[in-house]
């Protein structure tokens, strides 16, 4: 994808305003001018490709109403933790398309959530086409950003996602390098795969502020190297020649005196960094303000001390402001 300073990329669409992953989402990221989006992937039960944040989807679609559907509610363990819901694995595609989004939200975001209910759930190759579409009715390049989520597991119940991404990539004319494409996930695994696969796309590793990456855990247990160790400058020294860049927690950035973008960018590797949201509920507690966690805060005092650092990609909840604010 085109190195600006940053990218601005629309987390799950324009979640701010609408549900996230919804095709309103979608559209509005794209009419407010963003350089691409992220869909979050995973997978049904007959290996299609769906954009949900997780693949309990209790939280994000009116699953739990339905009563055709309430022998599906299951606890099960997801990277190693216990989980009860309903699961993206355990329905068709078939089914999954009758079931409604809604905000996930709702006590933040309840503008968002007078739409529930009104959107069906996207696969992947929806989105690909959106943005394809899109890219020519705004008169620009819009990229994506797709973020591979749990490949650890889904490999384990049989539902290995490099192939299905691979197959759904290359059906939709996003494999060879002509549209800008980004693949991120927060196992290593997986974007090595799809690398070997020969996916042209930059590849970039989610980075958390604590813990350490399924991937490695289900292997090493607790010798895997944490998150954290990741980003030290031996720790970006094994990431070299193997990813193109990190995509950290914010409060990684926001921890003064760290030196995280500066080393990834002595080593050759994009720093990208998420989420930005203005609400007072999502800010780091220097920037809240009057309102509730609703309300937003000194959002442009804490985005400028990420701004600062040189990123090179940012995701955001609200489009318009992400775009005023790293393109002002």
């Known amino acids: 994808m085109p190195r600006k300073s940053?990218?601005?990329i629309g987390h799950?669409?324009?979640?701010?305003?609408?549900?996230?992953h919804s095709r309103s989402s979608y559209e509005l990221a794209l009419a407010m001018g963003v350089d691409a989006v992220e869909p979050d992937v995973v997978a049904?039960?007959?290996?299609?490709?769906?954009v949900r944040h997780e693949n309990e989807i209790s939280g994000t679609t009116d699953v739990s109403a339905r009563p055709e559907f309430a022998d599906r509610k299951k606890t099960k363990r997801v990277d190693g933790q216990a989980l009860t819901g309903w699961f993206?694995?355990?329905?068709t595609w078939a089914e999954l398309s009758t079931l409604r989004g809604r905000e996930r939200l709702p006590e933040v975001r309840a503008s968002s959530a007078s739409f529930d209910g009104t959107q069906s759930i996207l696969r992947l190759r929806d989105v690909l086409d959106l943005v394809r579409e899109g890219s020519a009715e705004h008169g620009r390049e819009i990229g994506v950003v797709l973020e591979v989520k749990h490949a650890t597991y889904f490999a384990s119940i049989g539902l290995a996602l490099a192939p299905l991404i691979e197959q759904e990539l290359r059906a939709a004319g996003?494999?060879?390098?002509?549209?800008?494409?980004?693949?991120?996930?927060?196992?290593?695994?997986?974007?090595g795969e799809l690398r070997e696969r020969g996916i042209a796309a930059t590849s970039i590793y989610l980075i958390e502020a604590t813990g350490r990456p399924y991937d490695r855990k289900a292997v090493e247990g607790a010798?895997?190297?944490?998150?954290?160790?990741?980003?030290?400058?031996?720790?970006?020294?094994g990431l070299v020649g193997l990813v193109d860049g990190i995509s950290v927690n914010k409060k990684m950035l926001l921890d003064r005196g760290n030196t995280i973008v500066a080393d990834a960018h002595a080593r050759g590797l994009l720093v990208y960094t998420w989420t930005c949201r203005p609400e007072n509920a999502f800010l780091a507690a220097e920037f809240r303000g009057a309102g509730g966690r609703g309300a937003y805060g000194d959002y442009e005092a804490e985005w400028g001390l990420l701004a600062q650092q040189g990123i090179d990609g940012v995701f955001v909840d609200h489009p318009d402001l992400g775009v005023a604010f790293f393109r002002g």
């Open 88 to 91: 993206t694995e355990d329905f």
């Open 6 to 8: 940053p990218l601005v």
């Open 174 to 191: 996003w494999a060879d390098g002509e549209l800008p494409l980004v693949i991120e996930s927060f196992e290593s695994t997986v974007l």
């Open 12 to 20: 799950r669409g324009a979640p701010g305003y609408r549900p996230e």
């Open 44 to 50: 049904t039960k007959d290996g299609v490709l769906v």
């Open 223 to 237: 010798q895997a190297m944490t998150y954290k160790a990741t980003v030290t400058p031996r720790g970006l020294d």
